[in-house]
């Protein structure tokens, strides 16, 4: 399970959160490439593209895997993307090359200036992968996209959602909204807590609390939205990013899968983007402190 959004006001922030929650415990470690960087296919199928941008990954290194995978990025141009598990049936009659879903991140960051050219380059492209996923791009100026693919068809969704969780599709997550549109922010008999009783905290009342896909795109969409008039800066926003990721957060025991004696699903790692400074923020279950990796291009 992940969950990925972006906090952005034009030309002043563009921060992203990530979350990857999995039940096998992998470890994670960062990647750079340089413009120029030749990229080959993991499919080892003659497919090879030049970098036209720098590029910096988040990979999980996984014990069955012969490389470390990249699951989200930055780039010189201030392009973020984040690979998501959902439902997919990926294109295989498109006019472009075939790779695997592998290595999608580093297409994209290595090739993309800008959001349309991003979601050409998820839309044309042939995918071979055991792996589902749909992906959200975002650039510094707060734009965005999302590419899902049914029926082995691509679907893009330009600007409609600064946020993405798993199953079911954008389309639905979207339309389930409405069933919320009554929650706000304060309620008129709410106890306030200078008033010596006892403090209900009834803003917010109905907010859906578990951590299904639909419940989490639907919490933290609302906090995104009811938090944004108290952002004045920059580290306001990475701030308000750590703390909604921690809202999306799965600890260890909350979840076990199918089996009260399964493996436990967590969140192995946060990840937090500035996009306009080139920071990168990130660090995995038990730690306390972030790693910050202020990226200089070259």
Known sequence: MCTSFLISKTNKFAVTGR?????????????????????????NNGVRWTAKYGVFTIDSVVSNSPYPIPFEGINSAGISISGNLANASYPTKNPGPTISSDDIVNWVLSQAGNIGEAATLLTTINIQSQWQYHYIVFDNQGGSVVVEYENQTPISYFNESNVLTNNPNLKYQMENQNNYANIKNWFPDSILPDSGDQFHGQGMFGLPGDWMSTSRFTRISTMIKYSADYITGNSDAVYLAKRVIDSASLIKGIDLGQSSTGNPIYTQVQIVKDLINSVVYWRVYDSEKWTVNQITWS
């Open 19 to 43: 979350s990857l929650d999995y039940d096998q415990d992998d470890h994670y470690e960062t990647k750079q490439y340089d413009t120029g960087h030749v990229f080959t296919s993991v499919l």
